[in-house]
């Protein structure tokens, strides 16, 4: 309807304005820094304009801790020596609630690709790592955030609100977050399509979950328990949230020795440190192989 | 800021009073240089040994059908496709070995949408300034200035998710000039947009040539929009079939069109090669053939061809005529061509299977 006044507008302003120059100058670290800083910031933007996102994410941990909880707490009330099963889920519902938000911003690269956004980052004089770092620590960020949410309602299920402890438990969601936005892009790289992207991570996450022992301590599990158990990943996140929560406990050194028995290899129990550098390395390492894979397309 | 350009134009002016002196003006070094350019994917040939040249600040269009090898082509001068063979420069570097230089003097506007539509105009243009490395204190009048000229500085703060497709394409347009590119490289710029909108996008393109320092190449099979190019290249089956200005090509068919409608094309076809030795053909549903001094022929048409005549029309030859004499169809039926070659190639690999 005002094309033709939207045509000629500019055309009669035009001498008063003269043409902002720029130029694009080479390559740096600097520009690199900037190019990680603003893919990173578009996932912060994303999210904080997406609440309902926010809320229904919160739905899945919420059922666990809660439904589970309540639900379970009398059958297992023999075994935890007094301490509500709620307080036992709350480390292992912690590393969930980052878990499936990290994985579901690793899917937003299948979406950039689904819709065209992909490709004005790939033609931009920047390099594919910057890219993915970005992505990466994008997603550990709002997951960690999400985080958080959880993270408030210690309160509500006996835990103290201790400043070290909530430190801790921010720095291992960040790690956790980080290291499952690495995976999650590394296998968006090569799926292209949503549905089978998302099939993809269920079939790979929920297992790992379910293995971690995010729900029942690690130790007198059956054999073949223990050795899956022992070989996935997440158990050595976990772990160190559990320890973690529960040095901040006041319970009996019998529920302790149920509830928080640690990891152990062949009666060895792995110390926290290695645990955390376990995640870590396997993070950088999955981080590694996206980059790579991102670099080797066309 | 401004001393500087004051300074570029100073220098500017010296060049081109010596671009006068014909000796001077071949050194000039051309904004795209293409030397047998090739790409296979696997069996297929898309594009089978291409050559040309852009000159600076020249809008240069480039024809032919869907699936003719435009879009791969400009994607390897793009830098996101590796040519199977032969070399190209954009902007004075190679676009394989100097992949990164390419990228920083280019603007893309693709035929499908890349905008992030969860963010506003802004935040999307902020986000390419911000990749692109462009001055933070020059982001903001930039962006001022390129979405000024597309219209939409009112509409910043608006999310891309509410504009209409028309408003996307000139969003994507305004984003490409962001970092003051060398070449613009547009691919199908008013596909799919209704015929004001396009009018709207020609007026742009043609206020940045006179704007700014700007070489615009584009792919279009629009045939009325291949007239406002400086020059332009028909592509046909992976090949350049014709390069020159709109009016030499139009010039260089000598012929005008013309049409008949009658009620059996077969013996009317039959009836002109036989009486006027002219070769007829059907293009889009009637009768067609190119004669000298047109209008001159009717009459004796009417008088010699045997078969009544319902209809007839004569016209100057287009653009369309050019392809015509280029590629022996129109470009629309060419399109169709495509299509069924396409069909048949998949009936086939359903079949095997």
């Known amino acids: 309807m005002s094309t033709t006044t939207r045509v000629t507008e500019p055309a009669a302003r035009r001498p008063e304005h003269p043409i902002v120059k720029v130029t694009v100058p080479r390559r740096t670290l600097a520009s690199e820094l900037r190019a990680i800083k603003i893919v990173w910031r578009r996932e912060l933007i994303r999210f904080a304009s997406d609440r309902l996102r926010i809320v229904t994410s919160l739905v899945q941990p919420l059922l666990f801790l809660f439904v589970l909880g309540s639900g379970l707490q009398r ?182 020795q149920a509830l928080d028995p640690g990891v152990t290899w062949w009666g060895w129990r792995v110390p926290s440190g290695l645990e955390v550098a376990l995640v870590a390395i396997l993070g950088l390492a999955m981080l590694g192989v996206a980059i790579w894979e991102f670099s080797s397309t066309e | 800021m401004i001393s500087r350009n004051g300074e570029r134009q100073a220098a500017a002016a010296p060049a081109i009073q010596a671009a006068e002196e014909p000796a001077i003006q071949a050194a000039e070094e051309p904004a795209i240089a293409v030397h047998g350019l090739t790409k296979d994917f696997d069996e297929v040939k898309a594009v089978r040994g291409v050559d040309f040249e852009v000159a600076p600040g020249e809008v240069f269009g480039f024809l ?20 199977s063979g032969g070399s190209a420069t954009v902007a004075g570097h190679d676009v394989v070995r100097e992949r990164d230089d390419v990228r920083r003097n280019i603007g893309l506007v693709f035929q499908d949408p890349t905008l992030d539509s969860y963010l506003t105009a802004a935040q999307n243009l902020n986000l390419h300034a911000e990749l692109y490395g462009v001055r933070s204190d020059l982001v903001k009048p930039r962006m001022q200035q390129v979405m000024e000229m597309v219209g939409l500085w009112e ?122 030795g002219i070769e007829a053909g059907i293009v889009e549903g009637a009768v067609t053939f190119g004669v000298p001094a047109g209008e001159q022929f009717v009459p004796r048409l009417f008088e010699e061809l045997g078969i009544p005549i319902r209809a007839v029309h004569v016209s100057r030859p287009t653009l369309d005529d050019v392809f015509m004499s280029y590629t022996g169809t129109s470009i629309r039926d060419a399109e169709e061509d495509h299509a069924k070659h396409r069909n048949r190639v998949m009936m086939q690999m359903m079949t095997r299977r």
């Open chain 1, 75 to 256: 059958l297992a009330s023999a075994g935890t020596h007094g301490v509500s099963l709620k307080t036992f889920l709350f480390p292992g519902i912690l590393c969930i609630s980052v878990m499936f938000i990290a994985m579901f911003q690793a899917a937003s690269i299948v979406w950039d690709r689904e819709f065209g956004f992909l490709r004005e980052m790939m033609v931009a004089p920047v390099r594919r790592s910057s890219i993915v770092i970005g992505k990466c620590l994008g997603g550990a960020t709002v997951a960690s955030f999400q985080g958080v949410i959880v993270l408030a309602l210690a309160g509500v299920v006996h835990v103290p609100y201790d400043p070290v402890m909530i430190l801790g438990v921010f720095a291992l969601q960040l790690l956790l977050a980080f290291t499952i936005t690495a995976f999650g892009v590394m296998i968006a790289i090569r799926i292209k399509q949503m549905q089978s992207f998302m099939a993809v991570m269920q079939m790979i996450i929920t297992p790992m979950f379910f293995l971690a022992g995010a729900l029942f301590p690690p130790s007198g599990l059956p054999g073949w328990l223990t050795v899956l158990n022992r070989i996935d990943p997440l158990t050595y996140a976990v772990d160190p949230m559990r320890r973690l929560v529960f040095a901040h406990l006041t319970i009996s050194p019998a529920a302790r």
């Open chain 2, 64 to 83: 032919g059908p869907n699936g003719a090898g435009k879009t791969t082509t400009i994607n390897m001068l793009c830098t996101l496709a590796k040519p």
């Open chain 2, 155 to 276: 509409r910043r703060d608006t999310k891309v998710m509410t504009y209409s497709g028309g408003m996307r394409r000139r969003l994507e347009i305004a984003r490409g000039l962001m970092h003051s590119p060398r070449v613009l490289f547009l691919d199908e710029p008013t596909i799919g947009l209704d015929p004001q909108t396009r009018r709207s996008i020609w007026s742009y393109i043609r206020e940045l040539k006179e704007q700014e320092e700007i070489t615009i190449f584009m792919t279009t099979h629009y045939m009325d929009e291949a007239e406002w190019c400086d020059r332009i290249a028909i592509m046909d089956h992976g090949q350049i079939v014709a390069l020159d200005t709109p009016e030499a090509l139009k010039a260089e068919v000598g012929t005008d069109r013309v049409v008949i409608h009658t009620d059996d094309d077969e013996a009317t076809i039959a009836a002109l090669q036989e009486r006027f």
